[in-house]
């Protein structure tokens, strides 16, 4: 029987013979032409990982993770701030993205099919999916920054939020429409209105795939950097209980001190990067683990 997965390679058709030498070759350099940069694609991701792992693991020590972010042209220190600032923006972020992603995901899904209103959203969340994430910060800043009389974390955690909807709403709509029809119809024959068959029946056989979307927007906005230059900025501090003034962060503390004359400031930064890629890389790993199993099912 043939292999007819998506991930299987392509078969040549048996009158592959009869085809001319022309186009045989053409399709042979195609062939060497993906090839080579595929191959130049994993070796300037993996020089990238290596050069991270050197400079970064040889910055990395207890004093790193218990310490705040020094001053100028001062030794020692760690990022201890920065992590935890990074943990609540993030939170934040998504605790505010995710019922907002969720319910819009399951009316494109499940309330909108065909109507006018879900093609209107969804060509905006695609807008917002791709819209640059300077922009997004910028908007946030004349949006909650003057307001509030100056920068804070909960204008970081709105510009978070904002980036993490499309991926949320996109994921969503995908995994509910994964479901079979049979299953809804099942439940709206013993009588269950269309909000319990949605929540006990959709919700339930996609939610590996709708947290699998929320890890991926995790995933995503642990990383940004220029959102949070425009509304958390940073700080070498502890945060204040209530979010205002500036919040250390990881990506815009990364962004400072990479530019920074002094070389415990740059080592430090190389640290932060190490920290924060290997966060994102284990999200996404558990989220690609969590997608897989439902796939399977």
């Excluded at 990982?49 to 990395?60: D, N, W």
């Excluded at 939170?91 to 109507?115: D, F, H, Q, R």
């Amino acid at each position: 029987m043939n292999d007819v997965s998506p991930n299987a390679p392509l078969q040549q058709p048996q009158a592959w013979g009869r085809v001319r030498a022309g186009r045989r070759i053409a399709d042979r350099a195609l062939k060497v032409v993906c090839t080579l940069f595929t191959a130049l694609g994993a070796f300037v991701l993996g020089w990238i990982l290596l050069m991270l792992l050197y400079e970064g693991g040889s910055a990395l020590s207890l004093d790193v993770f218990t310490h705040v972010t020094p001053g100028p042209g001062t030794e020692g220190g760690g990022i201890a701030n920065a992590i935890v600032g990074s943990f609540i923006l993030t939170l934040l972020g998504i605790v505010v993205a995710t019922p907002v992603g969720v319910l819009a995901g399951t009316y494109l899904a499940e309330y909108g099919k065909g109507s006018k209103l879900a093609e209107v959203i969804r060509f905006v969340n695609d807008i917002l999916l791709a819209a640059p994430s300077i922009l997004i910060g910028l908007f946030v800043y004349t949006l909650m920054v003057p307001p509030l009389g100056g920068y804070s974390g909960w204008a970081g955690g709105v510009a978070l939020a904002i980036i993490a909807v499309p991926v949320i709403v996109r994921t969503t709509e995908d995994m509910l429409r994964l479901v079979p029809g049979s299953l809804r119809e099942a439940g709206a024959a013993l009588g269950a209105p269309m909000s319990t068959v949605i929540i006990h029946i959709g919700w339930r056989a996609a939610r590996a795939g709708m947290v699998t979307g929320i890890l991926l927007a995790t995933a995503r906005i642990a990383g940004e950097t220029a959102p949070l230059l425009f509304t958390a900025l940073n700080n070498n501090f502890w945060f204040r209980p209530d979010l205002m003034g500036g919040v250390s962060n990881l990506p815009v503390m990364i962004y400072q001190f990479a530019l920074a004359p002094y070389e415990n400031w740059r080592s430090l930064a190389w640290a932060g990067a190490l920290v924060i890629t290997l966060s994102i890389l284990a999200l996404s790993v558990v989220a690609r683990l969590l997608l897989k199993k439902d796939l399977a099912r």
